[in-house]
């Protein structure tokens, strides 16, 4: 996120895309009701579903599933066709506008409305709100991001707000929603194939080295050895660009991966083709998997080891708003569970490693070493504070609340034309049906936690598909009935859930529920630029079954 949590009752128009914010971030979401409700904010929503949040919307946008870009080309056409642009902060901190400007111009609001299927008139309306507002901010998540087409959604919804100045200022900004509690912590940390610690390049030579130095790694020793001894054996960090959770499935088939370490995830619930998740894990030669549960692919390994939940453990947490906050240990750990950074410790000082850390707090103090984002964070700080936005460059720098004030990190910023492309997998007369996938209130991700807790399983005991009514009286089903969906990978059972929220031609299921695996219907293709997967658009019918449903 470019801004913070607190500065969204300072917009005067919110537009969010692709984020059931009220189930999926529900206290974020408190902080837009108070700014539509209290502070008189329009809030301009782009879902194909009906949503919670459309009971606060000035706009709601109902864009066919997949035609995010085609939405958002309409919007800046109209936007620089009715001279809403900001010319003076393009001229001044931009690159890019004119080959940009170029591809929007022919996108009408008549070839959006063809496309999306949104009224070309409510399109013209949101391309007003948000270009005329004195501070407007854009709020997103997986609904863009989990689209073979996730990294250009992302690169037009920059270009709107590069196009209207809406950037480095308080309540206008560019602002995903983070999809787990410490995802942008563990990107920050490292926890991507193509960056270390701070977002810094592993092809860069110069990063390399100052790892090895800061982690004591052996470099290579040219000189001349006496007698033509060989040289010491040399230890360098790789500067290639390793491979995401998808690639590695598809590697591991292919032969080239052979062992996996799975920590805190759950890839047969949470992965897309299931089917073809669980042909990796039953090939891999080696699989170790560090968890606080034994779940679905725990299943699989060869060795588990426990770990501590993170309500029995020290270290932090770095949120959506990119700040970092102190998590303390209110239980001990059960049976063996411990620490990850304990077992890992432990681990690599078999594997002939020298580690010696005590605490978190120590692994902390080295992460401000090497990560310059995170160079004046220390535990010591964040009990004094309660938390600190990350770039905090010094040990006396409040941390940043919002980004690109002055300045972006590239020097300009830069406008991308993208072209919108059809989802890999449309519709057809096999099967009719688009399924999207996401997530209920009541339960987080693959179930792991929330599906332990008697309540919240009480609240959202079983899987089922939301239908329109219209489709519903076409299939014959009844609410509650159980139909078997089913795609080109695979199938499921579930319940009938008849609503308007989702359109006709569209159906809902969520993830959550291992018994009736929505992943296993979903499509393993991929963004080409990010490897996200696509989750958000396949192709399934429906049928009704007569066997009921487990609960």
């Known amino acids: 996120m470019t801004n913070s949590i607190r500065e969204i009752p300072e917009a005067e128009v919110i537009f969010v895309i692709g984020s059931n914010t009220t189930?999926?971030?529900?206290?974020?979401?408190?902080?837009?009701?108070?700014?539509?409700?209290?502070?008189?904010?329009k809030l301009i929503l782009a879902d194909p579903r009906r949503i919670e949040l459309a009971g606060f919307a000035h706009l709601h946008l109902r864009q066919r599933p997949g035609t995010d870009i085609a939405l958002i080309n309409t919007i800046a056409h109209v936007i620089i066709k009715e001279g809403l642009h900001d010319l003076a902060?393009?001229?001044?901190?931009?690159?890019?506008?004119?080959?940009?400007?170029?591809?929007?111009?022919?996108?009408?609001?008549?070839?959006?409305?063809?496309?999306?299927?949104?009224?070309?008139?409510?399109?013209?309306?949101?391309?007003?709100?948000?270009?005329?507002?004195?501070?407007?901010?854009?709020?997103?998540?997986?609904?863009?991001?989990?689209?073979?087409?996730?990294?250009?959604?992302?690169?037009?919804?920059?270009?709107?707000?590069?196009?209207?100045?809406?950037?480095?200022?308080?309540?206008?900004?560019?602002?995903?929603?983070?999809?787990?509690?410490?995802?942008?912590?563990?990107?920050?940390?490292?926890?991507?194939?193509n960056v270390y610690p701070g977002y810094q390049n592993v092809t860069d030579v110069a990063v390399r080295e100052k790892f090895e130095k800061a982690w004591g790694i052996t470099t290579a020793d040219d000189r001349p050895r006496p007698n033509g001894s060989p040289s010491p054996a040399v230890r360098r960090l790789d500067t290639q660009i390793g491979l995401t959770i998808t690639e590695i499935v598809d590697a591991i088939l292919a032969g080239e991966v052979h062992a996996l370490y799975i920590m805190g995830e759950n890839p047969m619930l949470s992965d897309p083709n299931l089917n073809h998740v669980r042909q990796a894990l039953e090939r891999v030669d080696f699989l170790v998997h560090q968890d606080i549960f034994l779940n679905e692919t725990g299943q699989f390994a060869d060795v588990v080891l426990p770990a501590a939940s993170f309500a029995e453990k020290w270290g932090t947490f770095t949120n959506t708003e990119r700040r970092v906050q102190m998590v303390r240990p209110a239980l001990e750990p059960p049976g063996e569970a411990r620490p990850d950074w304990q077992i890992i410790t432990d681990l690599a000082n078999r594997m002939g490693a020298d580690w010696s850390y005590e605490s978190a707090a120590e692994i902390m103090d080295e992460i401000a070493a090497v990560t310059p984002i995170y160079g004046g964070i220390s535990h010591a700080r964040l009990e004094r504070l309660g938390g600190i936005q990350w770039p905090c460059p010094t040990p006396d720098h409040p941390g940043t609340q919002y980004l690109h004030e002055s300045k972006f990190s590239r020097g300009r910023g830069l406008f991308t034309p993208v072209e919108f492309e059809e989802a890999e997998e449309l519709p057809d007369s096999e099967y009719p049906f688009i399924l999207s996938t996401g997530r209920v209130l009541f339960h987080w991700h693959g179930g792991t936690m929330s599906r332990r807790s008697p309540g919240l399983e009480s609240l959202a005991p079983?899987?089922?598909?939301?239908?329109?009514?219209?489709d519903a009286q076409k299939l014959g089903a009844q609410d509650g009935q159980p139909v078997r969906v089913s795609s080109r990978r695979g199938d499921v059972v579930a319940n009938v859930l008849i609503t308007p929220r989702s359109p006709t031609g569209t159906v809902f299921m969520t993830f959550h529920y291992a018994e009736a695996a929505a992943n296993l219907l979903t499509p393993n293709y991929v963004d080409p630029v990010a490897k996200i997967p696509e989750y958000k658009v396949s192709a399934v019918k429906v049928e009704i079954v007569e066997e009921a449903v487990s609960v």
């Open 23 to 41: 189930e999926a971030h529900p206290v974020l979401a408190l902080q837009m009701k108070k700014a539509v409700c209290g502070r008189g904010a």
């Open 89 to 193: 902060f393009i001229e001044e901190r931009t690159e890019g506008y004119e080959e940009f400007a170029a591809l929007v111009g022919e996108w009408t609001p008549e070839r959006g409305k063809e496309v999306t299927g949104v009224p070309a008139q409510e399109i013209i309306e949101a391309a007003r709100l948000y270009a005329k507002a004195g501070n407007a901010s854009i709020f997103w998540a997986m609904g863009i991001t989990q689209h073979t087409t996730g990294t250009d959604n992302v690169k037009a919804l920059v270009n709107l707000a590069l196009l209207t100045g809406h950037i480095g200022r308080l309540g206008a900004g560019l602002n995903p929603l983070r999809g787990q509690n410490n995802v942008q912590g563990a990107c920050d940390m490292g926890g991507l194939p």
């Open 462 to 470: 079983q899987a089922e598909i939301e239908i329109h009514p219209q």
